[in-house]
């Protein structure tokens, strides 16, 4: 049964024709009415994942739930899907279920609120926007646990619900909720901080109405979904061949000694319509690394890809969803059955961002960009401190950038649309920590005309005995370069204990005992490179070596030759010539390796760890779907 919506006034809004120009000032106030979302969430909120890290996506959709501003769209569709009750008037809804929402939000950490928005008894428009929660309960601090087998394991979850019923707040639900966090008085905040971004968006909105009427708004929302469909619709047939294109990446392992799991993805145009089709993934893991992802969400991931990397100009909306397909098998890492764990997504979500790059290239190696999203590696820390007060960070650390064809990848620089670091300054202020070492590894970025940005070292030196959780990706595999480029270093975890001894860590682990003393000195991965290495300008090497983020002796894989504090001409002539001979033809993808059990062996001789292995795929997925 589909959700009711009760209104008032049960007059339609007349579509009426709107100039260029108010089209404009509409839109530009929304995209300002969001950002000040931001603002208000930012100032208001406990917890560093939202409060300096920014991990929350906030949107301003038309009657309809179609994103027409925001970061991550696609929210109100799958709660549309999912939720069979009345939507009234002063009514603000909360879930954090993925699976009652068809992948809205993909595990249960973020909790999404949205409110319908009401002028003069009509709904003109949403307002909606999740963010990461540091902890909702379960079985490990941080709500991720690696080792889960069922979502019932993750924390607690909440179907689609009126938190406000209208517009008072249903109190001793929030209570339950609360009472299951191990932070409630950060929940508590993060929620109210959402709360108040809704209420922001919700008085921008009536505002705009107000001023230019309701009829120009609701055309003006339209036009503007229809302006995004034309570019987007040109961009597709530029674009996007007819000829299939096919792509494999892999997510490493599943923290439990099981992988790597395939993600493949193939691309083809049918006329104006893009077609994805995930067939030939792997079927679903048993622990919480899968992926429930929203066909949808996926649109806008695509969308946004292909606009960043081919056209910036076009202004991003929902107005291009019925351009593209989306077929993604059931059951699959991608979409896996219910109870499925989804805490541990994100290595998953990371590498759909590299499969598209993939895809998007082939067909245009000139804007071929090479791997390095990767992932987004999450660390957590908690215990009791001296005092007795319970402490918890959840903390998001970045990786290189992949290089570009118009372009080097930054160095230790996050991917996702405006997130930043957590400073260095607040860690320290709030937890018993100290940062002693924070810099790029040189040499980690991989070789190319456009070099790959480098990976990041973060040395935490702990100060109070606790436990720590790594989730982390790109050990195995290799961040790929493209159009001759070298790929990044892999991804790596040190606990130094305070005698000096040292102990590689796995990439997904929870319960680790560290004692005052100890040191995690945790490496992230280098973007791939792009390009020739060796027709990188070597006046340009030079500068990377003077500024440490590239090494004498890594300046080498650029034939390029350092003495001192200058380059050898003659040298780096004669070096690259001997190089350029040797290599054979560039490789439009380098992923570092020729077959993934020969990567197996090598990265166990590397690294001493001991590889994952082929996890029984389909005699788990027979059982689970009851095909057994």
């Not at 300096?52 to 970061?71: L, R, S, T, W, Y």
């Not at 100009?313 to 397909?325: A, H, K, P, R, T």
């Not at 860590?505 to 004692?515: C, N, Q």
């Amino acid at each position: 049964m589909p959700a009711k919506i009760i209104q008032r006034n049960q007059t339609p809004y007349n579509t009426v024709d709107v100039d260029t120009v108010t089209i404009d000032i509409i839109e530009s106030a929304l995209r300002n009415a969001r950002f000040e979302m931001d603002t208000v969430l930012f100032r208001t909120a406990m917890s560093p994942g939202i409060r300096e890290q920014h991990d929350e996506f906030p949107m301003i959709a038309n009657v309809e739930g179609k994103m027409v501003v925001g970061q991550f769209g696609s929210f109100i569709w799958g709660f549309m899907q999912g939720y069979a009750g009345t939507i009234e008037e002063g009514d603000v809804f909360f879930t954090n279920d993925p699976y009652s929402v068809n992948g809205a939000v993909s595990h249960a950490n973020d909790w999404l609120m949205l409110m319908p928005i009401y002028k003069d008894g009509r709904l003109l428009s949403w307002a909606a926007m999740f963010g990461h929660m540091t902890d909702i309960g379960g079985k490990v601090p941080g709500s991720l646990p690696t080792d889960a087998r069922q979502i019932y394991e993750e924390g607690f979850l909440v179907p689609p619900i009126k938190m406000y019923k209208g517009g008072k707040l249903q109190e001793d639900v929030l209570k339950i909720i609360l009472h299951n966090c191990r932070l409630p008085h950060w929940n508590l905040s993060d929620f109210n901080a959402i709360a108040a971004a809704l209420r922001t968006a919700n008085l921008r909105c009536i505002e705009i109405a107000a001023r230019f009427g309701d009829d120009v708004y609701f055309s003006a929302l339209a036009a503007m979904l229809e302006r995004n469909k034309r570019a987007m619709r040109e961009l597709i047939r530029r674009t996007v061949p007819e000829t299939r294109q096919h792509f494999e990446d892999y997510v490493c392992d599943d923290g439990l000694n099981m992988g790597p799991y395939k993600i493949a993805c193939a691309m083809w145009r049918e006329g104006d319509k893009c077609i994805f089709d995930f067939a030939g993934t792997d079927p679903q893991s048993i622990s919480s690394i899968n992926f429930l992802l929203n066909e949808e969400m996926f649109k806008m991931f695509a969308g946004i890809y292909m606009i960043m990397v081919f056209d910036p100009q076009i202004l991003f909306n929902d107005g291009f969803y019925d351009l593209m397909e989306v077929r993604i098998p059931s059951g699959t890492l991608l979409k896996p059955l219910k109870p499925a764990a989804l805490s541990c997504r994100t290595h998953a979500l990371g590498r759909i961002f590299d499969v598209l790059g993939g895809l998007l290239g082939q067909g245009n190696p000139d804007f071929l960009c090479a791997a390095g999203f990767s992932d987004s590696p999450h660390f957590m820390y908690s215990g009791y401190d001296k005092h007795g007060d319970w402490y918890q960070l959840y903390q998001i650390t970045f990786g290189g950038i992949p290089g570009k064809p118009f372009g080097d990848g930054p160095d230790g620089h996050s991917l996702w649309p405006a997130f930043t670091n957590v400073p260095n300054e607040f860690l320290e202020s709030y937890f018993p920590l100290r940062i002693e070492v924070y810099e790029t590894l040189a040499d980690s970025g991989g070789a190319g005309k456009f070099r790959g940005g480098n990976g990041l070292r973060i040395g935490y030196r702990f100060l109070e005995p606790g436990e720590i959780s790594i989730h982390d990706d790109r050990w195995l595999t290799y961040p790929w370069g493209v159009n001759g480029g070298e790929p990044g270093a892999r991804s790596k975890k040190t606990l130094v204990r305070k005698d000096g001894s040292q102990q590689l860590l796995a990439s997904k682990l929870d319960h680790v005992k560290v004692e005052a003393g100890d040191m995690l000195l945790a490496d992230t991965w280098g973007g791939g490179g792009c390009g020739d290495p060796l027709e990188r300008d070597a006046a340009k090497v030079l500068f990377d070596v003077a500024a440490g983020l590239v090494t004498v002796e890594g300046a080498r894989r650029y034939g390029v030759v350092i003495k001192g504090d200058s380059v050898d001409a003659t040298a780096t002539q004669q070096l690259r010539g001997q190089m350029a001979q040797a290599r054979g033809p560039k490789k439009l993808f380098n992923r570092g390796f020729e077959s993934i059990e020969e990567l197996k062996s090598r990265c166990q001789a590397e690294t001493g760890l001991p590889p994952p292995s082929a996890p029984q795929f389909m005699q788990w997925a027979r059982r689970l779907t009851g095909a057994a």
